[in-house]
Nanobody, 121 residues
């Protein structure tokens, strides 16, 4: 199994980025697909999940600004990030899990390598 995250970069506050997570070795439709992030000096935290039942779920800090989606044909999950703030600066990781729960790291068994997002003020 491989999860390849990409799309990070440097953007000004208020800008947008779209992260991609291309999966191989598993079908994104058969797993809860999550995005997490780790800011400098902080623990890794949950950002969003696209659940197997096709329903998204978001952390309160990103609700209304970020949108998670999946493309079954491309076997890829996306995180569209709008209205970016400096506090969104972090390394973003995608993950896949088969647990019924999806907001904690421990519920995910497969992880991508991370992509850096930096938001300047």
């Amino acid at each position: 199994v491989q999860l390849q995250a990409s799309g990070g970069g440097l953007v000004q506050a208020g800008g947008s980025l779209r992260l991609s997570c291309a999966a191989s070795g598993l079908r994104v439709t058969n797993y809860n697909m999550g995005w997490f992030r780790r800011a400098p000096g902080k623990e890794r935290e949950f950002v969003a999940a696209h659940r197997r039942n096709n329903h998204p779920y978001y952390a309160d800090s990103v609700k209304g600004r970020f949108t998670i989606s999946r493309d079954s044909a491309r076997n890829t999950v996306y995180l569209q990030m709008n209205g970016l703030k400096p506090e969104d600066t972090a390394v973003y990781y995608c993950a896949a899990g088969s647990n019924i729960y999806y907001t904690a790291e421990s519920y995910y068994g497969y992880w991508g390598q991370g992509t850096q997002v930096t938001v300047s003020s």
